[in-house]
């Protein structure tokens, strides 16, 4: 069994999920099919109180392979080695199974290719680390092992890893912004997030890479923190809404803009294995490109592009 060592008292489940960088549902799960131990004793209540300093026994469970959905699609792997995989996720791909998605998901996708995953965080997630939203492109770190799974998770927790996102958005920014805005459900629409006092912390910053008068605009956004929806939330307090996202408001003037211009641009992080530094570019979809190569300037944006030029705009 793997341990930890927790630094303060609570609740069983919730330190663990904490330390995991895993949901507490997850959690909950293999602590009641007794696969976590204190002292050498099983413990299968999650709300049994720890203290500070307690070493805490766990294992993982192997999780059985989802029943194949035929995949229609095809996605683009950006890096791959025998721990990590990282690939540019098209638009319209759900990430991982859930009970209200009925078409195949990247998770089916991983399994049929006969890709070796982590199950760290169960049959329906097998070697997802993060996730992106359905209509939104970009690059996704997959796991392949148990422990490459658990050290990107800290990674995640200690943001040593993280993404640079670009967006097209409706209306230029007044001016470069951090936006700190907690978030939580929207209190009259259960489809939505909002940003809500009392809700969960939420911290973004936005830059500007490059606007048409009276918009549309390009920028890049980085997250502090991972809330559902964040980037579009906090784009919506600042009174701008991302291109093709009808459901935060987003009204077209040059007909329907079929998905949200939203993409993981750049993927940064430490090697799970050897702890070397990584940073992975997912070049942008075809109808998001075409967009750009469209409204702007494409010498201005190939320099506004690369990955160390972006970058060194949050520092």
Same mark, same amino acid.
């Given at each position: ?27 909950? @799960? ?11 004793? /099983?413990?299968? @209540? /999650? ?96 796991? $392949? ?13 200690? $943001? ?26 929207? /209190? @009259? ?32 956004? @980085? ?27 987003? $009204? ?19 090697? /799970? ?43």
């Amino acid at each position: 069994m793997n341990t930890v060592t927790t630094e303060q008292a609570g609740r069983l489940d919730k330190i663990l999920a904490q330390m995991l960088g895993q949901s507490r549902n997850q959690v909950e @799960k293999m602590i009641r099919a007794g696969q976590v131990a204190i002292r050498g004793e /099983p413990v299968t @209540k /999650p709300s049994h109180k720890v203290d500070a300093g307690t070493t805490i026994a766990y294992r993982f469970v192997d999780a059985p392979r989802r029943e194949e959905m035929p995949v229609d699609f095809d996605v683009e792997v950006l890096y791959e080695d025998d721990e990590l995989l990282v690939v540019n996720k098209p638009a319209g791909v759900v990430v991982h199974p859930a009970p209200s998605v009925k078409e195949p998901t990247l998770v089916d996708w991983l399994v049929q290719r006969g890709i070796s995953l982590s199950t760290l965080a169960g049959e329906e997630r097998h070697g997802i680390v993060h996730r992106i939203d359905k209509e939104t492109t970009g690059a996704l770190a997959v796991a $392949k092992t148990n422990a490459a799974h658990q050290a990107l998770s800290a990674q995640l927790q200690d $943001k040593t890893m993280g993404r640079y996102y670009l967006a097209l958005i409706d209306l230029p920014l007044k001016e470069d912004r951090i936006v700190d805005a907690p978030i939580a459900r929207h /209190p @009259k629409n259960r489809l939505k997030m909002a940003a809500v006092e009392g809700g969960r912390e939420a911290r973004t910053a936005f830059v500007q890479l490059a606007a048409v008068e009276g918009g549309p605009a390009l920028v890049a956004a @980085k997250l502090f923190t991972g809330r559902t929806h964040q980037i579009r939330v906090h784009l919506g307090s600042l009174g701008r809404h991302i291109l093709g996202d009808h459901l935060y408001g987003f $009204k077209s003037k040059e007909g329907k803009i079929p998905r949200i211009y939203l993409h993981a641009y750049l993927l940064y992080l430490r090697h /799970p294995s050897h702890g070397g530094a990584l940073e992975i570019t997912a070049p942008l979809h075809t109808d998001m490109s075409a967009y750009l190569q469209r409204h702007f300037d494409q010498e201005k944006l190939h320099e506004i592009l690369e990955p160390d030029s972006l970058s060194r705009r949050f520092v």
